[in-house]
């Protein structure tokens, strides 16, 4: 069984109290419950909050929720904080961005579906690199992978690095590829990387996944056509909106 949680912190650096910000009429947190129910392949949905004001505004549209620790660096550890309040005997967790209002299920099914064998340690989703400018925006998240679709690195940087060819003109001579943020754990797996140490790669990139791949865990990365449309500061939202044709 597969378990869908949404970690939602109300005190976030950037915009605080996002979760219940409102977006035409409903909460954040609410569009992104109300869209992954209509997933096909989750057994279980809850969100995993700190904030009392969040679990109550959940509980209050008919959603579940659950309270967790404060003091969790990252959702990955928030998931493993919920997972264990949970009745069930769930072998995977899915990790749902709670800032994107807008997520087709659909996604969410897409990387369940590389679960079925229940030999997969964790899973991810990346999209395909279609211009330079993608491709040289450090805030994209590049994706090395092997000959199985998992990944060898994650970076802000551009790797490989092409010889003999333009910058420009890299992405038509290597196929590239970006994370999209949407993780799958296998439970087992989730308590491991849970009480792993903070790494040097991931100090260095900011990026928690390296901190798995350092100690050996193998992430399959799934290809996927949907993009990922976060809300991390206040000006995102009409932009998120009119890119969904919304506005």
Same mark, same amino acid.
């Given at each position: 069984?597969?378990?869908?949680?949404? @970690?939602?912190?109300?005190?976030?650096?950037?915009?605080?109290?996002?979760?219940?910000?409102?977006?035409?009429?409903?909460?954040?947190?609410?569009?992104?419950?109300?869209?992954?129910?209509?997933?096909?392949?989750?057994?279980?949905?809850?969100?995993?909050?700190?904030?009392?004001?969040?679990?109550?505004?959940?509980?209050?549209?008919?959603?579940?929720?659950?309270?967790?620790?404060?003091?969790? @660096?990252?959702?990955?550890?928030?998931?493993?904080?919920?997972?264990?309040?949970?009745?069930?005997?769930?072998?995977?967790?899915?990790?749902?961005?709670?800032?994107?209002?807008?997520?087709?299920?659909?996604?969410?099914?897409?990387?369940?579906?590389?679960?079925?064998?229940?030999?997969?340690?964790?899973?991810?989703?990346?999209?395909?690199?279609?211009?330079?400018?993608?491709?040289?925006?450090?805030?994209?998240?590049?994706?090395?992978?092997?000959?199985?679709?998992?990944?060898?690195?994650?970076?802000?940087?551009?790797? @490989?690095?092409?010889?003999?060819?333009?910058?420009?003109?890299?992405?038509?001579?290597?196929?590239?590829?970006?994370?999209?943020?949407?993780?799958?754990?296998?439970?087992?797996?989730?308590?491991?990387?849970?009480?792993? @140490?903070?790494?040097?790669?991931?100090?260095?990139?900011?990026?928690?996944?390296?901190?798995?791949?350092?100690?050996?865990?193998?992430?399959?990365?799934?290809?996927?056509?949907?993009?990922?449309?976060?809300?991390?500061?206040?000006?995102?939202?009409?932009?998120?909106?009119?890119r969904m044709g919304r506005i």
């Open positions: 069984m597969i378990a869908g949680i949404i @970690p939602a912190r109300y005190a976030s650096t950037r915009f605080s109290g996002k979760s219940l910000i409102d977006i035409q009429g409903k909460s954040m947190i609410q569009r992104v419950y109300e869209e992954a129910l209509k997933s096909k392949s989750l057994h279980c949905l809850v969100v995993a909050t700190d904030d009392h004001r969040i679990f109550e505004h959940v509980t209050s549209f008919g959603g579940k929720a659950v309270m967790t620790a404060a003091h969790h @660096p990252s959702g990955t550890d928030r998931c493993w904080d919920a997972i264990q309040q949970l009745e069930g005997d769930y072998q995977y967790v899915i990790n749902i961005q709670g800032d994107e209002p807008f997520i087709n299920p659909a996604q969410i099914d897409e990387i369940a579906a590389a679960l079925a064998d229940n030999k997969v340690e964790l899973a991810t989703q990346m999209i395909r690199v279609n211009t330079h400018e993608e491709l040289f925006d450090q805030g994209e998240v590049k994706i090395v992978l092997n000959d199985k679709m998992e990944a060898l690195y994650f970076s802000r940087m551009v790797i @490989p690095f092409i010889k003999g060819v333009e910058q420009n003109d890299w992405h038509n001579h290597h196929a590239y590829y970006r994370h999209v943020g949407m993780y799958a754990y296998r439970k087992d797996i989730l308590e491991q990387i849970t009480k792993l @140490p903070v790494s040097s790669l991931e100090k260095a990139e900011s990026l928690e996944q390296l901190r798995w791949l350092e100690h050996g865990f193998k992430i399959k990365c799934i290809l996927t056509s949907f993009e990922s449309h976060c809300i991390d500061l206040p000006e995102d939202i009409e932009k998120v909106m009119k």
